[in-house]
């Protein structure tokens, strides 16, 4: 089968401070696209990260690059950026270990430009644009997700015991999100190897919601995935979301609320303000 390749560079200069910043996923740059508009690749944009790309997960899927996402261009509503559109399908960092830490003690800060489509039938209210869960277990690490009605949450899972959910396995709830409207949302975990605090954010850097957390260094997170909480080779497709991702990025350590508001603000800035 003749396949057409598609990859849009690299930028030599980050337009977001590095400092800290292990994962930078970004819809106009590093996306590999091939023949029928599926994205086999989203390179991560900090060359110095061991979490080099996001790549197609065929295992468990009947027919080959039906997980694979498609690439949406010059998005009026996004300022002419464009997205990636998941319709239960996911991307995966196959390093095991890179994104361990973020839970078990460092902390971490996430943001995402996103978008949600209604939600097709799956595991109840769990549709996740993101995640690194461990496959089996208690299922610890990090998950951001939405209800069946588009209702935003997240929440991390420590491994300490099993639930959906409890005060182990906390979940954060955001507002009830608009269909095919975009979102700056972001997560914050402070860090510490006690009980720490997690805080939500919408649009703006001030905490939507905020619970306790207990931290269990001892946790051994799996696979960080975009599109789908784990790489859930099982049941593809079964937790992910309906939705675009226009970027992703992670800092490996909690953002002070300066250097917070001043990402959201200038992300805000680049692709939701006219």
Not at 1 to 20: D, H, R, V
Request: glycine fraction near 10%; proline fraction near 5%; include cysteine.
């Amino acid at each position: 089968m003749k396949i057409l390749f598609l990859t849009l560079t690299l930028a030599a200069a980050q337009e977001i401070p590095p400092n800290g910043l292990i994962l930078d996923l970004d819809a106009a740059k590093g996306v590999t696209v091939v023949e029928g508009g599926k994205v086999v690749s989203w390179q991560n944009q900090i060359a110095s990260s061991p979490a080099k790309e996001f790549i197609l997960q065929d295992k468990g899927r009947k027919e080959a690059r039906s997980g694979c996402p498609t690439l949406r261009k010059n998005i009026p509503s996004l300022q002419q950026h464009p997205s990636l559109v998941f319709r239960q399908q996911e991307l995966v960092c196959m390093d095991e270990d890179v994104f361990d830490s973020l839970t078990t003690g460092h902390g971490h800060t996430w943001m995402a430009i996103i978008a949600v489509h209604e939600q097709r039938a799956g595991l109840k209210d769990v549709n996740s644009f993101f995640g690194n869960l461990r496959n089996g277990g208690k299922y610890e690490g990090v998950w951001g997700c939405l209800n069946d009605d588009n209702t935003l949450w997240w929440g991390t899972r420590n491994g300490i015991t099993f639930g959906r959910f409890d005060g182990n396995n906390p979940r954060m709830l955001g507002p009830k999100l608009e269909t095919d409207q975009f979102y700056l949302v972001a997560g914050r975990m402070g860090a510490g190897k006690g009980t720490v605090a997690l805080e939500l954010f919408v649009n703006v850097a001030k905490a939507h919601a905020t619970v306790p957390f207990p931290v269990n260094p001892m946790a051994n997170p799996s696979r960080m995935a975009v599109g789908q909480e784990r790489d859930a080779i099982e049941h593809p497709g079964h937790e992910s979301f309906d939705g675009e991702i226009a970027r992703f990025l992670i800092w490996n350590h909690p953002l002070d609320d300066d250097a917070l508001r001043k990402t959201m603000d200038d992300l805000r800035k680049k692709y939701l303000e006219p």
